[in-house]
């Protein structure tokens, strides 16, 4: 089992930045995958493989950076240029199958609980 966990939300302004961090415990050994999403579990950016390929979403596209440090299961999303559509409740999740495509929300079997972005005009 892995335990994800969520911090970093807040109350910003438009314009304004957050970074977002998840940390997962329970596991020896770095997932396949991590990725955060959104919303009605909307991708926002996902992590794949040795390489740490990574995709992102067309709205989040040059103003989220997602990074991680896979040994440990820690994930994290720059965020910056913020607007009024990006306030969500924010999901970091994880996948250990190397056959996971690790795309749609579907694709991942570990989630933490959330932390919540709100961004004001």
């Known amino acids: 089992s892995l335990q994800l966990v969520e911090s970093g939300g807040g109350s910003v302004q438009s314009g304004g930045s957050l970074r977002l961090s998840c940390v997962g415990s329970?596991?020896?050994?770095?997932?396949?995958?991590m990725g955060w999403f959104r919303k009605e579990r909307e991708g926002v950016a996902t992590i794949i493989g040795n390489?740490?390929?990574?995709h992102y979403s067309d709205s989040v596209k040059g103003r989220f950076t997602a990074s991680r440090d896979s040994a440990k299961n820690i994930l994290y999303l720059d965020m910056t240029n913020l607007k009024p559509e990006d306030t969500a409740m924010y999901y970091c999740?994880?996948?250990?199958?190397?056959?996971?495509?690790?795309?749609?929300?579907?694709?991942?079997?570990?989630w933490g609980q959330g932390t919540q972005v709100t961004v004001s005009s």
């Open positions: 390489d740490d390929t990574t």
């Open positions: 999740a994880a996948e250990f199958w190397v056959g996971s495509p690790c795309r749609a929300a579907a694709d991942f079997t570990y």
């Open positions: 329970g596991r020896s050994y770095g997932a396949y995958c």
